[in-house]
């Protein structure tokens, strides 16, 4: 905890300083910080520099740079609730629109799954079922839908079905801290 001394001192270097400007003060007593924000010197706010009466005279203005780093950490909340884990790597740019089967007739029937789960990513309503056999980019397909959700800032929830039949027959454990009906209506009910 820094003392009262400590942060008067920083007050007074403040406004002893040459152009009078407090965004070049050490924030919060750390002169560590490597390259502060130039329009609020790293505090992630600032107000205008206009007169009083102006309308916008002593309104506290969230930074861009704040706003990035926000929506950053919202992101990365999304991604991690998400359930995607290393499939977040699975995007729409590291998939080949006709797939990777070498016949014609596949690699037409992939890319009309691929438009249809573009055109689903973008506005995401009711269900897009996706099948084939194994290793013909269904995962893939589904987690670039999740990736561009999370892009846009929309919650998802992934789950491969045997993992999701394996919670659901836990629940029924006398061990289980989670009731049937409580898991499947959170699982039901997510975006």
């Known amino acids: 905890m820094e003392s009262l001394g ?3 001192k920083r007050l007074a270097t403040t406004r002893n300083m040459p152009d009078g400007d407090p965004a070049a003060a050490p924030i919060d007593g750390r ?3 490597a390259n502060p924000c130039e329009v609020c010197g790293g505090r992630g706010w600032f107000t205008h520099a206009v007169p009083a009466g ?4 002593g309104h506290v203005v969230t930074c861009e740079c704040q ?5 950053e950490e919202r992101s990365t909340r999304l991604l991690h609730y998400s359930n995607l884990g290393y499939l977040s790597r699975f ?3 590291t998939l080949d629109s006709a797939g990777r089967a070498s016949d014609e007739e596949s690699q037409t029937l992939f890319a009309a799954a691929y438009d249809a789960a573009t055109e689903y990513a973008e506005t995401p309503s009711g269900w897009l079922v996706f099948t084939g ?3 013909s980019g269904k995962t893939h397909l589904a987690a670039a839908i999740a990736n561009r959700c999370i892009e846009k800032g929309q919650v998802v929830f992934f789950v491969y079905v045997s993992d999701l039949l394996d919670h659901l027959r ?3 454990g006398p061990a289980s801290e989670v009731s049937y009906s ?4 959170q699982v039901k009910n997510a975006p």
Do not use: W
């Open 6 to 8: 400590d942060i008067l």
């Open 31 to 33: 002169d560590d910080i």
């Open 182 to 185: 409580d898991l499947f209506e």
């Open 54 to 57: 102006h309308p916008e005279f």
């Open 133 to 135: 056999p194994n290793a």
């Open 67 to 71: 706003q990035d780093r926000l929506a």
């Open 91 to 93: 995007t729409f740019d």
């Open 170 to 172: 836990a629940t029924f």
